[in-house]
């Protein structure tokens, strides 16, 4: 069987796994896995082996799509500054995808939030040479026991060599490889560690989740997320764009202004569709059953998040 069936045949079972995911949570969010193992051991499973593409965006940064978070990376005289670690077991597969951008030393690592698909390969890019930054919220969720609700599953603390070492409150600016590269923290939105990278001279911007490019988002309600803080971080990401930037989502195709605007216009629009039967007082199930997304699960519907789970994550937060 070739790679691209069997990723294919991967891919179609993990879409088929988020189904049943989808409607366990609408009836007992407190035991939705009870059943099933947590996603969370599904996604790690499939990034043992998952196929890791490289796309050369503008410049010399590149992202890397394939283990859990897509992953941005600029190269040069430097070394190498990546953004996300992804999932620790994908090790041998990105280290092969960086060394075909170029043979520079891994020097720096930026963590966008905490979350394993993003921060799990922390310790293996530290060992590589990398200086990991990382908002202080981040650090603080890594080096405890955290139990996300909505995933079933209890993560305990990273080892000390994935911990980041340079935090900071709201912004932090890093020179390197000619770029002054601006990070800055969203107010909660996903989760309350999320951060955006600007690389001004290649006019990318990596959002990480606070876009999730077609698919609709995970809203991390354990620790700090909202879906009102998800829509104020899509309006600052519009208004620090321009027609010409490039957008890394933190899942999905690389994209641009225009599909934040779009992602944007979706989350405001089901937030009050939801947010208007709840105050009537209907319950969940009977919001659900309304299908609230029902003009938008042709395209934001197809991945792990379903227009069913999606509502469930927006009436949790309104």
């Known amino acids: 069987m070739s790679n691209q069936n069997e990723d294919t045949i991967s891919r179609r079972r993990f879409i088929a796994t988020a189904g049943l995911i989808s409607t366990a949570i609408l009836t007992r969010p407190e035991s939705l896995f009870s ?5 969370v051991i599904t996604i790690m499973r499939a990034a043992a082996t998952a196929k890791i ?34 999932i620790g077991v994908s090790r041998p597969n990105v280290l092969n995808a960086l060394n075909s951008l170029s043979g520079d030393p891994i020097k720096m690592l930026i963590n966008s939030h905490w979350h394993f698909d993003h921060a799990d390969g922390n310790a293996w890019v530290h060992e590589e040479g990398a200086t990991i930054i ?9 080096e405890t026991t955290v139990k996300v609700d909505d995933w079933d599953y209890t993560f305990p603390p990273a080892p000390r060599d994935g911990l980041p070492t340079v935090l900071f409150k709201d912004q932090h600016m890093v020179d390197f490889n000619g770029e002054s590269i601006q990070i800055k923290k969203y107010k909660p939105a996903h989760t309350d560690s999320d951060l955006s990278i600007y690389f001004p001279k290649a006019d990318v911007l990596h959002v ?3 876009l999730w490019n077609s698919y609709y988002p995970f809203i991390d309600y354990s620790t700090g997320g909202n879906i009102d803080g998800m829509i104020l971080a899509a309006q600052a990401n519009i208004e620090r764009t321009t027609n010409k930037t490039i957008v890394v989502p933190g899942h999905g195709e690389v994209g641009n202004r225009a599909d934040l605007v779009a992602f944007h216009e979706m989350l405001v629009t089901i937030r009050e569709k939801v947010a208007k039967q709840k105050k009537e007082g209907k319950s969940l199930e009977e919001i659900v059953a309304s299908k609230p997304t029902a003009a938008y699960d042709a395209k934001w519907g197809g991945f792990v ?10 009436y949790k937060g309104v």
């Not at 796309?55 to 500054?81: A, F, Y």
């Open 305 to 314: 998040i379903s227009g069913a789970t999606f509502t469930y994550l927006v």
């Open 208 to 210: 990480a989740d606070t």
């Open 35 to 39: 059943q099933k193992e947590s996603p």
């Open 134 to 142: 990382a908002h202080e919220n981040t650090r603080k969720h890594l």
């Open 53 to 86: 593409n490289v796309t050369k965006l503008r410049g010399n940064v590149s992202v890397l799509e394939g283990s859990g978070g897509n992953i941005s990376v600029l190269h040069g005289p430097d070394g190498k500054l990546m953004v996300d670690a992804g």
